[in-house]
Every structure is written in C-alpha cells, then in structure tokens.
C-alpha cells in the first residue's frame, strides 16, 4: 500500500529522504514517514486481530497483506527477508509466540 495522503490529518503526502529508506512518502503536518520496511506494494490490507505484548507492553495489530511474490528491498532495521509456504512458516514460528498466533489466526479466517 502507497500512502498518497496521511492517514491521521489528511494532508497530501510529500516525499522526503529519510536515512538507508531513501525517498519516502512523508506528513509535514504531523512530521511523520508513512512507508512499509520489506519493499512489498499492495492494495489490499486485511485486520486480522489485535494482540498484546505483555513484555513490552504494546498493542500489536495484526493484518493480512496480499502482494505479488517478487523482490525483497530491506531497510536496516530488517536482519532478513525469505518466503515461506503456510506449512514452513509454521514449522518456524516459536510456539506461542504473536507470529504463530496471527498465522493460525488468519488461518482459520480463510
């Protein structure tokens, strides 16, 4: 998803260089960036659900991006990017972590 116009005041975007992200789509009335970390575009989003950390006490909203298989573009906070079947990524996921429980989750919505 593209961010034309900020989703809090409604202010048309503008684009603006922001550290190893490069030219990002940027508020200047609430001095915020509005862009995605892994390179991938969609217009579909999804809620899924929302989870709570306790750990770090923050509120965690879950959704469901559908986009085209393609090419990862990582920003630095990103250590590594793959794609994975259903299957494999739950064989990865720690058991009874927030990512299994969003999969199993959105998995139970299709």
Same mark, same amino acid.
């Given at each position: ?11 048309? #975007?503008?684009?603006? $260089?922001? @550290? !190893? ?9 609430? %001095?915020?960036?509005? =862009? ?27 959704? #469901?991006?559908?986009? $085209?298989? @393609? !090419? ?9 990017? %793959?794609?994975?079947? =259903? ?24």
């Amino acid at each position: 998803m593209k961010y034309k116009f900020c989703p809090e005041c409604g202010e048309m #975007l503008i684009e603006k $260089e922001l @550290g !190893d992200e490069g030219l990002i789509p940027y508020c200047n009335t609430c %001095k915020k960036p509005y =862009f995605e970390k892994v390179g991938q575009r969609s217009d579909k989003l999804r809620y899924i659900k929302s989870y709570y950390y306790e750990k770090h006490e923050l509120l965690m909203l879950g959704y #469901l991006m559908k986009v $085209e298989k @393609g !090419d990862f573009s990582k920003s630095i906070e990103v250590d590594e990017l %793959k794609w994975f079947s =259903f299957d494999d990524a739950i064989l990865k996921l720690r058991c009874g972590s927030i990512g299994e429980k969003h999969l199993l989750n959105y998995l139970k919505c299709i």
